[in-house]
């Protein structure tokens, strides 16, 4: 859990958003207070991991630079005025959300964004993954293949994630080693402010081409292609070329774009040539997804809970009897590969 200290100048934003992380499993929260000195004070008696702040506490400047110079944690501001505001040094600003009009929606998509901020952050320490390998049911699987993947023949990899997504995708690509013979897709839950920089970020730090997809490409070998924030990630097929699709149709279970939605196309253009990863993340997103894929006779493999950030969406698959495999992040890259290698999958036959 990530342990997080607020402050606010309101009394009333305090409380809320104290039951907003009291209320989520992947925050700790340890304190609020209403002014910098305060602060300070409780970042050195508490430790926290993340602190969230509003911009308009005076002398909040000071405080944040020391926070984040000296005590090395992780800082956000909330300002209500953007276009106006001066960078606060070490700290990622964001729009501060009207609390007490917030929906469930809106709370949601507000962790999500600190979630975020949270994974791209320099100063967090790695987390420590475990190993273990746990084996899921395969008895709701309609193909006897379904249960011996070695018949298979994968012809690409599809990818859905959430919270935790950018460093979980960074061990996994390195894992894929370079010389990966299929395209991988990806989609990720993530802001419009956070995709270019992700996808930048994962292009220089791993040895497949990293990309954001565009509408109409044919897919390459080795080319890792995310579904740009907002757009749903569709794959089909044109006179016997697969083909990418970047959809703005509606969002799934308000996710655009929604893993469900690229695994299901995916079942359809690859089907038992499909194999797919759901990773961490909140909610259910990909559980329909996975039933598809298991459907077309495709392979599904799922994050074990002691390697996700947050245990969400491989659990809720899991569950459903649409995970094949369940694996911890270290050992997912070395399965994909024997898979892939030992069938001899190869998109461009």
Avoid at 53 to 73: F, G, L, Q, T, Y
Avoid at 194 to 212: A, E, G, P
Wanted: aromatic content about 6%; charged content about 25%.
């Amino acid at each position: 859990m990530i342990k997080i200290l607020t402050a606010d100048l309101s009394a009333v934003v305090r409380t809320i958003e104290k039951q907003i992380f009291s209320s989520c499993s992947d925050f700790e929260f340890i304190s609020s207070c209403s002014d910098a000195k305060m602060l300070l004070d409780d970042c050195r008696k508490l430790h926290p991991d993340f602190v969230l702040c509003s911009a308009d506490i005076p002398d909040i400047r000071n405080a944040i630079k020391v926070i984040s110079k000296e005590m090395h944690i992780i800082s956000v501001v909330m300002n209500t005025n953007l276009s106006a505001s001066i960078l606060f040094y070490g700290a990622t600003e964001i729009q501060k959300p009207e609390f007490i009009s917030m929906s469930k929606n809106d709370t949601t998509d507000f962790l999500n964004k600190l979630l975020q901020i949270y994974q791209f952050s320099n100063i967090k320490s790695e987390k420590n993954i475990g190993g273990k390998n746990q084996n899921s049911s395969t008895e709701n699987c309609p193909c006897e293949s379904n249960q011996k993947s070695k018949e298979k023949r994968f012809k690409a990899l599809v990818v859905g994630v959430s919270t935790g997504g950018p460093k979980t995708l960074q061990l996994l690509i390195r894992s894929l080693g370079k010389d990966f013979p299929l395209p991988v897709f990806i989609t990720q839950h993530v802001d419009t402010t956070f995709d270019k920089n992700m996808v930048s970020w994962l292009d220089k730090t791993v040895d497949l081409t990293v990309s954001l997809a565009e509408d109409g490409v044919v897919p390459l070998s080795g080319h890792v292609y995310f579904a740009p924030a907002d757009n749903h990630l569709v794959l089909t097929k044109e006179k016997g070329d697969v083909k990418i699709v970047l959809d703005k149709s509606e969002p799934i279970n308000f996710l655009r774009p929604a893993v469900d939605k690229m695994f299901s196309s995916a079942a359809e253009v690859y089907g038992e040539n499909c194999l797919a990863l759901l990773l961490t993340g909140m909610g259910n997103d990909g559980t329909e997804g996975c039933k598809a894929i298991k459907k077309s006779c495709g392979y599904t493999i799922g994050e074990a809970e002691e390697s996700c950030v947050v245990y969400g969406m491989s659990k809720s698959a899991y569950e459903a009897g649409a995970i094949d495999e369940m694996l911890s992040l270290e050992l997912i890259g070395k399965r994909v590969n024997e898979l892939v290698h030992f069938t001899g999958g190869d998109s461009n036959e």
